[in-house]
């Protein structure tokens, strides 16, 4: 299978079909996000969330962001994926590209993340190799995670950011947590396509993560307003898990007869 390229994504945006992007971490979610015909993965730095029990994204590094981006690629054919730069891997534009350079040689990444007007560092990565912008809430640096462009003052601030992330070379922006107006006015003016999540429903697509797509947070964990649980994959998970261990207390797995292997006629008086 071919995977999808930047023109696919831009072709879609000018038709107005919406763009389908999930996070994935791993060889199995990307083999699904595959089956499932998703236009992108992003591997996001909400691993540190999802996967690591980590409170903040800032909490993780390229060593572990490359580990998950090799185990998502290997399990990758048709989508077109993002890696997310984690914190401090793209301070100064030197360190951006090196570690841009690694995202895409030893992450196998078709494109890279970074959050916020980082100008100077996205242009410097778009000429390597193409770089999805972020603005919005950054959580990477946010202190509060409150929805933005509320007040025109911070809509027209917002416009005028995606369109500098534009001129900077992004080829697509994510909007996180930008109301939706303000959203579907970035999504006119820009030639990129925007994705967004808790941006409303104007953007040219949509993002979620993995474990809010399926429900496999914890009962008690809070979810957030925008998302939306396609799934109840903690229950589910939790019954398999829970009926398991009762079939080991109960006996009745392994079933002597078909969950076992035997010994070859006669080997066992041999033997003993
Ligand atoms: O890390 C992540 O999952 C993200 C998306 C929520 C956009 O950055
Ligand atoms: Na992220």
């Known amino acids: ?52 029990g980590h409170a903040r994204t800032n909490q993780i590094g390229m060593d572990e962001m490359l580990y998950h981006c090799k185990s998502v690629t290997r399990g990758n054919s048709r989508c077109f994926v993002i890696g997310d730069m984690p914190f401090g891997s793209y301070s100064t534009v ?39 912008g972020h603005t919005g809430v950054l959580p990477q640096t946010a202190e509060n995670f409150l929805a933005r462009g509320k007040t025109a003052k911070d809509a027209q601030y917002l416009v005028e950011e995606a369109q500098a992330l534009e001129a900077a070379g992004c080829c697509m922006i994510v909007l996180e947590k930008v109301c939706s107006e303000v959203a579907e006015e970035i999504s006119r003016r820009l030639t990129i396509p925007t994705i967004g999540i808790g941006a409303g429903p104007h953007c040219d697509g949509q993002v979620l993560v993995w474990h809010d797509v399926l429900g496999l947070q914890s009962p008690g964990s809070l979810s957030l307003k925008f998302v939306r649980r396609f799934g109840d994959g903690w229950r589910q998970t939790a019954k398999a898990v829970e009926e398991y261990a009762t079939a080991v207390e109960r006996e009745t797995f392994p079933h002597p007869q078909h969950n ?10 041999a033997f003993i």
């Open 260 to 269: 076992s292997f035997l010994m070859d006629p006669g080997e066992r008086d």
């Open 1 to 52: 299978v071919k995977s999808l390229k930047m023109r696919d994504l831009l072709r879609k945006k000018k038709e107005r079909r919406k763009i389908t992007v999930i996070t994935a971490y791993d060889f199995i979610g990307a083999q699904v996000a595959n089956s499932a015909m998703l236009d992108c993965i992003l591997v996001g730095d909400s691993l540190a969330n999802v996967v690591l």
């Open 94 to 132: 030197d360190r951006a590209v090196q570690n841009a350079i690694r995202f895409v040689n030893e992450g196998g990444v078709a494109a890279v993340k970074i959050e916020g007007p980082m100008y100077e560092q996205i242009k410097a990565v778009s000429q390597l190799t193409p770089v999805v």
